[in-house]
Structures are given as structure tokens and as C-alpha cells.
């Protein structure tokens, strides 16, 4: 167990709707990264927050938003969603920022838009 | 363009034959290499950072090690139990801005 919690384990919804998924980081850690792994892709990096600010982003697409609050828990916001959003949606956290810092994943969210 | 490969993209072993896993990588701002393992409907599992050329890390059956150009984790007399798909991500540092790239895994699997 890493720490990192994530909500819901599972989504089911229907194209163009909008959902929502959670992230708690580890005790501690100010940093919270947002990835995507589909069969075809792989991990993809979406975006980080660190400490309340966005500190980097990767290809996170428009309709795809995040934040995280001053209790340090983020959210990602997928809206309009399409078939091909389907995927595991993964959270990690780091004490800090940089791309030296280790991330701890969480055990993700698996989404399936029908 | 930056970029992480891995390979073999799958790999049997039987229980005991050796063998290593590469992650090559062509970026620029290279700042660390992570590896993780991670199993079916996991989320990764943190294994090693590597920092610098030459530098070696081990745990139990398990070597990273980091040359300028490629990273190879090293099992010893592999054991079912290690099965899984193991991962190398780098991490860069360009003009402050960050990034983070995930090679597409080895799947690796040990039997008895």
C-alpha cells in the first residue's frame, strides 16, 4: 500500500458526460501527478500539482482539467467524454518537485465510457 | 523528441535463468531514472532511482544500473512471485519546465 488513496476503482459512463475522479496523496507529500494508461498508449503523463499551483503539464487534451486543494487532495475532470477516454487513470504524489522525485502511484481508477 | 524504449516488450524466463531488462532513452535534461513494477490492474510499484552513470542499485534478485544512453535491470535467478510488467520512466529538466516519460514496459513472466 502506497498511501496514495483513489476514488471511485471503477466508472461506467456514456459519451459526453462529465465525471470526476479523486486523489489523496501520502502523508505528507505536497506533490500530486495525474497520468492515463490505456492498452495502445501506455503511461502518459497529464499533469502535476504541487502545493495548490500547476507545475507541469504534459498532454493533458482541453476537455481534461485538474486542481488540488488547500487540504492537498486533487481532482481531475474529464468532460465530453468519448470512447477513447476509456483507461486507468492513475494518481502519484512526491514530497516535493522536480523530476528527481520518486512517485508513489495509487491504485487508479479504471473508466469505461460506452 | 524525447523518448523511452524498452525490450524486450515481453520476456519468459523459467524459475532461475537470469536475465535483463533495457530501457534506452534519447531526451535531454535527463534529471533521474525511475523504475517500477507494476501488476495486472495496479497501479506501479516504486523499484529504484538512478541519477548518474555508473551509479548501481539493488534489492533482493533485483540491479538497476545507468549508463548515458540506457539503463538495464538486472534479475537473478528470477522467481514466480517476480512476474510482472516492470517500467522505466525518466524524468527532465528543460528551461524549468518538467516532464515526465514512461517507456511502454516489459511483461515479464517467470515459471516454475
Known amino acids: 500500500d502506497s498511501g496514495v488513496t483513489q476514488t471511485p476503482k471503477h466508472l461506467i459512463t456514456a459519451t459526453g458526460q462529465r465525471v470526476t475522479l479523486r486523489c489523496s496523496p501520502r502523508s505528507g507529500d505536497l506533490s500530486v501527478y495525474w497520468y492515463q494508461q490505456s492498452l495502445d498508449q501506455g503511461l502518459q503523463f497529464l499533469i502535476q500539482?504541487?502545493?495548490?499551483?500547476?507545475?507541469a503539464k504534459g498532454n493533458i487534451l482541453e476537455r481534461f482539467s485538474a486542481q488540488q486543494f488547500p487540504d492537498l487532495h486533487s481532482e481531475l475532470n474529464l468532460s465530453s467524454l468519448e470512447l477513447g477516454d476509456s483507461a486507468l487513470y492513475f494518481c502519484?504524489?512526491?514530497?516535493?518537485?522536480?523530476?528527481?522525485?520518486?512517485?508513489?502511484f495509487g491504485p487508479g481508477t479504471r473508466l469505461t465510457v460506452l | 523528441e524525447d523518448q523511452v524504449t524498452q525490450s524486450p516488450e515481453a520476456l519468459r524466463l523459467q524459475e532461475g535463468e537470469s536475465s535483463s531488462l533495457n530501457c534506452s532513452y534519447t531526451v535531454s535534461g535527463l534529471r533521474g531514472l525511475f523504475w517500477y513494477r507494476q501488476d495486472p490492474g495496479k497501479g506501479p510499484e516504486f523499484l529504484f532511482t538512478?541519477?548518474?552513470a555508473g551509479e548501481e542499485k539493488e534489492k533482493e534478485r533485483l540491479k538497476a544500473t545507468l549508463t548515458k544512453k540506457e539503463s538495464f535491470l538486472h534479475i537473478t535467478a528470477p522467481k514466480p512471485e517476480d512476474s510482472a510488467t516492470y517500467l522505466c520512466?525518466?524524468?527532465?529538466?528543460?528551461?524549468?519546465?518538467?516532464?515526465?516519460?514512461f517507456g511502454t514496459g516489459t511483461r515479464l513472466k517467470v515459471l516454475a
Open positions: 538512478l541519477y548518474s
Open positions: 500539482y504541487y502545493n495548490g499551483e500547476e507545475r
Open positions: 520512466a525518466v524524468g527532465l529538466s528543460t528551461s524549468g519546465t518538467y516532464k515526465y516519460i
Open positions: 502519484a504524489s512526491s514530497v516535493s518537485t522536480g523530476p528527481t522525485d520518486t512517485q508513489y
